[in-house]
């Protein structure tokens, strides 16, 4: 058991000096805090006889894990995110920069049961000009059930180096959901309000296969921010069309200039605008007939703690579409992710 | 749930997606050579610099409207340490792949190029666009930059 304690004592000295020497600007209150949970996780890890028998290889490997969780907290930077939920702008996430993101979508159901879906975003800055992200949705029925309704994996490219009158983004996506997703990220095709009446017992046995590809166009001119998402999904299980939909929003910040001093209630933290989303048919039928589309208002309060909160009450435009959707997230951006992550893999000491 | 049999389409994605999450930090952490290692370093490396002579004539003559604004240092540099700071360090003298702002290349330069930088980005070298900030916003970041002067002069 001593012998245990003093690996335990080892392994909190290490994490201690190894996060000192990851980030010289994370403050020593913020690693004492860091390193609270990383001892009792190696408690916890003696306890299951991490010991001098077990390979020195294993060790550090368990270490590294531990070190990328517990150094997230130090790589936190401030960001300036838009507050669109469903428009997409021109604007990538910074490279090696992970943001972490939380979405929930409330929405009315007529002729059957409200429901509340749900999903994480991780969204990482490969570089300057391309940013990936994975998507997992679930969604909550009432008085039906919880499920998860599958994951989705896009990537962004910026198509030219310099801003320009219009700033063009490549968008290509591939989903695999269930036919009970209701996240509504995107409205395209014919999707009706009525497709979503489906019990999730019988709408969770459809499995959807789909491309999707996005034309973003957007523009910032005197603080405002004008974007516009072209939208062409094809459903690679069966012969379905391709089908397309549209995104337009427009947004400013409370404020163009920044005061000097350090506030959460500064008018520059905070964006508003409003997005206007729908379907547009398909390829055989093509047009405004038997589509759905949203009017939102939109919200963002960019927080100097790292943080950014997002709030977004819509209301179905036609009798096709849900009558209400409030949405609401919460994202947290963790900047030189890409480059802690290559450090603990032995690549580029800075 | 009950999901299908597994297809080699889901197989391909789901392999596609952990290489791309697990090789781009790696294509980040590509070790760079010695001289842009670090900062002081970077500034020796001329071609870091060599973008700053192609901001076009009419951005370079811009003229900084913040200038005599007496809030506009402390603004920069609340919103340098924000959004700049962890490339270019916390006292702009460079680090990694991000140069030094103290170097007489960048300090020489006109408020007007360093605008036309901080909205067009350098894409190709790692630095993003910032044209979503606010231009007011932008050109207190450029107040900052030129109130700290050469790097002999922030050393002193």
Not at chain 1, 195 to 205: E, F, G, L, T
Request: net charge neutral; with cysteine.
């Amino acid at each position: 058991m001593l012998v245990k304690i003093t690996l335990s004592c080892d392994w909190v000295a290490t994490t201690r000096t190894a996060l000192l020497s990851m980030t010289n600007f994370a403050s020593c209150e913020s690693v004492a805090s860091t390193i609270g949970p990383i001892q009792l996780d190696s408690i916890q890890l003696d306890s299951i006889q991490l010991d001098s028998i077990r390979p020195r290889v294993q060790r550090s490997f368990l270490l590294r894990c531990l070190l990328a969780f517990a150094g997230l907290a130090a790589f936190a930077a401030h960001a300036q995110e838009s507050p669109y939920i469903v428009t997409y702008d021109h604007y990538l996430e910074e490279p090696g920069s992970l943001e972490v993101e939380y979405f929930s979508t409330f929405g009315t159901q007529r002729h059957s049961n409200d429901f509340h879906a749900f999903w994480a975003e991780f969204e990482y800055g490969a570089t300057a000009w391309w940013t990936t992200e994975l998507y997992f949705d679930g969604q909550t029925t009432f008085n039906d059930s919880t499920i998860f309704t599958g994951f989705r994996w896009e990537n962004r490219f910026r198509l030219l180096q310099l801003e320009h009158f219009i700033n063009p983004v490549l968008y290509i996506e591939y989903e695999q959901t269930s036919g009970a997703d209701k996240i509504l990220k995107e409205v395209e095709g014919h999707d009706v309000e009525s497709d979503y009446a489906v019990p999730n017992s019988i709408a969770r046995k459809e499995h959807d296969h789909e491309l999707e590809s996005k034309l973003l166009l957007s523009k910032t001119f005197k603080g405002w921010n004008v974007a516009e998402n072209t939208i062409a999904t094809k459903n690679l299980t069966g012969g379905n069309p391709w089908e397309f939909g549209y995104a337009i929003g427009a947004s400013r910040p409370l404020a163009l200039k920044a005061l000097p001093n350090q506030c959460n209630f500064c008018p520059e933290n905070f964006v508003a605008g409003v997005e206007m989303y729908g379907g547009l048919g398909d390829r055989y039928s093509f047009g405004l007939h038997e589509t759905s589309h949203y009017l939102a208002a939109v919200a963002a309060w960019n927080l100097p703690s790292d943080w950014t909160l997002r709030l977004s009450p819509g209301f179905g435009l036609n009798d096709n579409s849900h009558r209400f959707l409030l949405r609401w997230g919460v994202s947290r951006e963790f900047s030189g992710f890409g480059s802690a992550v290559g450090r603990l893999l032995g690549g580029r000491k800075q | 749930m009950t999901w299908g049999p597994i297809k080699p389409a889901f197989v391909l994605v789901i392999s596609m997606t952990l290489v791309c999450v697990l090789v781009s930090p790696l294509v980040l952490a590509i070790p760079v050579s010695a001289e842009t290692k670090t900062g002081a370093s970077s500034k020796k490396d001329s071609s870091v610099y060599a973008v700053l002579t192609k901001a076009p004539k009419k951005a370079v003559a811009r003229r900084n409207p913040m200038e005599k604004d007496p809030d506009a240092k402390a603004a920069g540099a609340k919103l340098f340490g924000m959004h700049c700071a962890e490339c270019h360090g916390e006292m702009a003298e460079g680090q990694g792949k991000a140069p030094s702002l103290l170097a007489d290349e960048v300090q020489q330069s006109t408020p007007g190029t360093l605008f036309w930088i901080l909205t067009n980005g350098v894409v190709r070298r790692g630095m993003p666009v910032w044209s979503k900030l606010p231009e007011p916003q932008r050109w207190q970041i450029v107040t900052y930059l030129k109130s700290l002067g050469p790097l002999e002069k922030a050393l002193q």
